[in-house]
C-alpha cells in the first residue's frame, strides 16, 4: 500500500509502467532517480507469483515465515528434479544431480530474496509438466498430455523462468513415441504464442534496463551484452562456477581458466564414457535441451537471473556423467578430476551467496536503525553519494519493513564509486564534483542503460530541490548544483552520505566551502 503506483496483488512485479504519469509518481518519491529514461518501464509478467508475494505480506508476516515459504519451494524443485531424473536415468543420476544442485549458490537468491523466489515456483512447477509430458510421449494416456500442458501453463504465470526448462518435453529423447512428441511440440509451441499474447495485453515489458534488455524493444542492445550474457550462462552450464562478466571480480580470470579446464574434461569423459546407449542418448539431451533451452530464453529476456536454470541443466549433466560415466581409464581420471573442481566451487559459491545476502540484509535492518533517531518522518532524505542498491531505491522501503516510521521522500542525488566534492554555493545551494562520474556503475544502468548520459544543462526536480547538470562528456556527468527550498539547516532536509562504514548524516560546510566525500562502501555482488 506504500508504492506511489498503487499495484494489484497480482501485479506487485510492475516495477515501474511506461506511461508518463506512472513515472511521474515514482520519481516525486524518489523511486526512481532523476537520471532515469524517459521512456523506462520495467514490467514483469509474474501474475501468481505476485499473489504469493502478497499472500507473504498479509498472511504470513514475518519476514521469517516468508523465508520458510521460500525453503518450501527449494524442496519442492529438488524433489521434481529427483523424481523426473529416476525414472529417465536411474537412482544414481537422480541422486547426484539433486546434490549438486542443493549445494549450487544460484539458489541462494532466491532463498534470500523474497521477489525472486518466483524462479523456484517456476522451474519447480515446469519439471513437473515435463514429467507428465514424456509420460504422455512414452505411455499416450491423454490425460497426461492435459496435466503437463496445464501445469507448464501455470508455470509461465509464475514467471518466464519455466521456459529454461519446459523445452526438455520437446527436445530430450525418448526410446519411443515419436509420433506422440510431434503433439507435445505442437502443444508447447501453442502456449508459447498464448504466453507472447498475454504477456502483451498485460503491459508487460522492458525498456533503458541492461538486466532486462529484449530483443524485440533494443535489439542493438540486445546484440552489445548478449555474447557476455551467453559467456556466463554457458559457464554456469558446464562448470558452475557462476563467471558474471558483468560484475567483474579478481578472482574472475582464475574463474574463466577452472571453465576453460572444466568444458575439456566434461568434453573427455564423454567422449570416451563407456555407457549404454539409452544413458549416451540421455546425456545428449541433456547437453542440447539445456543450451537450446537457455539460448532461446536468454536472448528472448536476457535476465541475468535465469542462472538457475543453467545450473539446473548442469547438474542433471553432471549427474548423469557421475552415474554412468566411465569407470576406468583416462575418462574416469577426468570424471574425477571434473567432480573435484565442481563440488568445492559450488559449494563455496552457496557459502559466499548466502554470506553476501546475510550481510546486506544485516547493514539494510541496521542502517536503519543507525538513521532512526536522525531522520523523522517529516524530513526529506537526500542521499548525495549512494553505493548500494538499498540506498538508491529500497532506503525507505527497508525502513518500512523494519516497522520504523517512512519519510517524505527519498531521493538519490548521485551514484558514483569515485570520490565526489561537496561545495556549498549558498544557504540552499550546494554543487557535486568528481572526476569520474555522478551516474555510473551498474546501479545507474538499471535506470538508463543504451541512452545517452544527461546533458549540460538538463534540469530535474528532485524532491524539494531543482537539480541542473552544469559538466558532462559523452559517457559521465561531472557537475551538478542543487537548489533546495529550504535551507540546508532546516530540519527538514536530511543529507546523507556514504562512506566506507556506510551511510551517516551528512552536515554541510559553511556557505563558500567544501568537503571531499570518499569513495562510498561497496559489498561484493551477489549473483541476480
Not at 35 to 43: G, K, N, S
Not at 113 to 133: D, K, P, Q
Request: aromatic share 8%; with cysteine.
Amino acid at each position: 500500500g506504500t508504492h506511489p503506483g498503487r499495484r494489484a496483488p497480482w501485479d506487485y512485479y510492475a516495477f515501474a509502467r511506461g506511461t508518463a504519469a506512472d513515472r511521474a509518481a515514482l520519481r516525486a518519491e524518489g523511486t526512481l532517480p532523476w537520471w532515469t529514461a524517459d521512456d523506462y518501464q520495467l514490467v514483469m509478467f509474474r501474475p501468481l507469483a505476485s499473489l504469493l508475494v502478497a499472500v507473504d505480506h498479509a498472511a504470513l508476516r514475518h519476514w521469517s515465515v516468508a523465508r520458510l515459504h521460500s525453503m518450501a519451494w527449494v524442496v519442492a524443485l529438488l524433489l521434481a528434479l529427483a523424481s523426473l531424473l529416476r525414472r529417465r536415468v536411474g537412482e544414481g543420476a537422480a541422486l547426484a544431480a539433486t546434490g549438486l544442485l542443493a549445494l549450487d549458490d544460484a539458489l541462494t537468491t532466491p532463498l534470500a530474496w523474497h521477489a525472486n523466489r518466483c524462479a523456484l515456483e517456476a522451474i519447480t512447477l515446469g519439471l513437473v509438466s515435463v514429467h507428465a509430458l514424456l509420460r504422455f510421449v512414452e505411455q499416450g494416456r491423454r490425460r497426461d498430455l492435459a496435466l503437463g500442458l496445464g501445469l507448464a501453463a501455470v508455470a509461465c504465470l509464475f514467471g518466464e523462468y519455466a521456459w529454461t526448462i519446459l523445452p526438455a518435453a520437446a527436445l530430450f529423447p525418448t526410446a519411443e513415441g515419436v509420433a506422440r512428441r510431434r503433439g507435445v511440440r505442437l502443444g508447447l509451441l501453442g502456449l508459447a504464442v498464448a504466453y507472447a499474447w498475454a504477456r502483451g495485453d498485460f503491459g508487460a515489458g522492458v525498456r533503458g534496463c541492461v538486466l532486462y534488455p529484449e530483443l524485440s524493444r533494443e535489439p542493438l542492445l540486445m546484440l552489445f551484452v548478449l555474447p557476455r550474457v551467453w559467456g556466463a550462462m554457458l559457464a554456469d552450464f558446464f562448470s558452475g562456477i557462476g563467471v558474471e562478466a558483468r560484475q567483474p571480480d579478481p578472482s574472475t580470470r582464475l574463474r574463466e581458466l577452472l571453465l576453460v579446464v572444466s568444458m575439456a574434461l566434461v568434453a573427455v569423459s564423454w567422449r570416451r564414457a563407456e555407457a549404454t546407449p539409452a544413458v549416451r542418448q540421455a546425456l545428449r539431451g541433456a547437453l542440447f535441451a539445456g543450451i537450446a533451452s537457455m539460448a532461446v530464453v536468454s536472448t528472448a529476456w536476457l535476465s541475468a537471473r535465469l542462472m538457475l536454470g543453467a545450473s539446473l541443466w548442469s547438474a542433471m549433466l553432471l549427474g548423469v556423467l557421475v552415474a554412468r560415466g566411465p569407470r576406468r581409464g583416462i575418462g574416469a581420471v577426468a570424471l574425477a578430476a571434473l567432480l573435484a573442481l565442481h563440488v568445492p566451487l559450488r559449494a563455496w559459491g552457496t557459502w559466499q551467496g548466502a554470506r553476501i545476502h546475510l550481510r546486506a540484509t544485516r547493514d539494510a535492518w541496521r542502517g536503519a536503525d543507525t538513521l532512526l533517531p536522525e531522520v523523522t518522518p517529516e524530513s526529506t532524505v537526500y542521499v548525495l553519494n549512494a553505493a548500494e542498491p538499498e540506498e538508491v531505491y529500497f532506503g525507505r522501503y527497508t525502513r518500512l519493513a523494519r516497522g520504523l516510521p517512512g519519510v517524505r521522500g527519498w531521493f538519490v542525488l548521485s551514484s558514483t564509486q569515485s570520490r565526489v566534492h561537496v561545495f556549498r554555493e549558498g544557504p540552499r545551494t550546494l554543487s557535486l564534483v568528481t572526476t569520474g562520474g555522478l551516474v555510473e556503475g551498474l546501479t545507474p544502468r538499471f535506470f538508463r542503460s543504451g541512452r545517452p548520459m544527461p546533458t549540460v544543462g538538463m534540469r530535474a526536480r528532485v524532491g524539494d530541490a531543482k537539480l541542473s547538470v552544469l559538466a558532462a562528456t559523452s559517457t559521465a556527468v561531472q557537475r551538478v548544483r542543487v537548489e533546495f527550498d529550504l535551507d540546508l539547516d532546516d530540519p527538514a532536509v536530511a543529507l546523507l552520505a556514504s562512506g566506507p562504514s556506510g551511510l551517516r548524516r551528512f552536515t554541510p560546510p559553511e556557505v563558500g566551502a567544501s568537503l571531499e566525500l570518499p569513495a562510498p562502501r561497496r559489498s561484493p555482488a551477489p549473483r541476480p
